[in-house]
């Protein structure tokens, strides 16, 4: 039996710069960071032919063509499995929520099944990235695999001249990964979305060039000053510059926000919060929120508007083997 452990992300700057509308032309850009919320994928080898699925749903197929779950059934043909495997995934946090959770799972069941089989890759992100992007033709970016798989805070770019992705994971002192861990407050909307759908509209509005396109230059810009403004020390420049990344994400699709979030947002800034965002491709899921003091009077004002915080902490590692038996 394999299990494997791997963590979900938040972006913190340059968030959609790595779509391949964007990123094949202009080259993208995002400083993320993992979290202490994990993805566990269950991998064992049963006596009979079978493919078991648990998940939300449970399958049972004599045949990987007969499998509902798309990633499941294509990481399996890709690794050339087609019978006697059982495989469980739970997770720390609802999918759809936009912390990258189908890229966890991508890259901790390709991380389970090359220990399963001895099999030593270099590239764990690159695989889950050819999945998703070109077998399945997700209109996926890059970030959620690479994060995924490397954990840390990370740049991540990818090199037009090489057509490759590269990575820079940045240690910073842990008395400012404290400040940001403690100023950065995540909650909860009890909402999820399709984030294919919309990444696909993102995609289009960037290939049409209707304003989108200028709007995602300077939210790489922001993103890069981000990672410096925290390499400084200067915290409370993320949260200025947070809020700026939000407005100019709001522009780039409709679907972005709703007017729901866009009050919550407003609530936020009126009582301490210096900026934020919805993580992912946005629409649902979980509020950022840069609040630099009175943290847990803030807490309890947002929950009063009906959602709920999560306490976390910053994860160092990337996806990994935990048992092996």
Not at 131 to 149: C, F, H, N, S, T
């Amino acid at each position: 039996m394999i299990v494997t452990k791997t963590p979900f992300r938040i972006t913190l700057g340059g968030g959609g710069t790595d779509l391949p509308s964007y990123a094949n032309t202009y080259g993208g850009y995002v400083f993320a960071v993992t979290i202490n919320k994990y993805m566990y994928i269950v991998l064992n080898e049963p006596f009979d032919d079978l493919i078991r699925l648990k998940y939300s749903k449970s399958e049972t197929v004599d045949n990987i063509d007969k499998l509902d779950h798309a990633i499941a059934r294509e990481v399996l043909r890709y690794t050339g499995i087609d019978k006697k495997i059982d495989i469980v995934s739970l997770a720390d946090i609802p999918a759809g929520t936009g912390l990258g959770s189908s890229s966890c799972y991508t890259v901790g069941l390709l991380n389970a099944i090359y220990a399963l089989r001895r099999i030593t890759t270099k590239n764990v992100a690159q695989s889950a990235h050819y999945v998703e992007a070109d077998i399945l033709k997700y209109p996926v970016g890059y970030q959620d695999q690479y994060m995924a798989a490397l954990g840390g805070f990370q740049e991540l770019r990818n090199n037009l001249k090489y057509n490759e992705i590269t990575n820079t994971k940045i240690v910073f002192p842990q008395a400012i990964v404290s400040e940001l861990n403690r100023n950065l407050l995540m909650f909860y909307t009890y909402t999820k979305h399709n984030s294919n759908v919309i990444l696909t509209e993102e995609n289009k509005q960037v290939s049409q060039n209707n304003g989108a396109l200028e709007n995602l230059h300077e939210i790489k810009h922001i993103g890069m000053k981000i990672k410096d403004a925290v390499w400084n020390g200067d915290l409370d420049m993320v949260g200025v510059l947070m809020d700026h990344h939000w407005n100019c994400k709001k522009k780039i699709t409709s679907q972005m926000t709703t007017s729901r979030f866009d009050e919550i947002y407003d609530f936020a800034k009126k009582h301490g919060a210096l900026g934020g965002k919805i993580t992912g491709s946005g629409g649902a899921g979980f509020f950022i929120f840069y609040v630099n003091k009175d943290h847990h009077a803030f807490i309890t004002k947002m929950e009063a508007q009906g959602i709920k915080h999560m306490t976390y902490s910053f994860e160092s590692l990337g996806s990994r083997v935990i048992i092996d038996i």
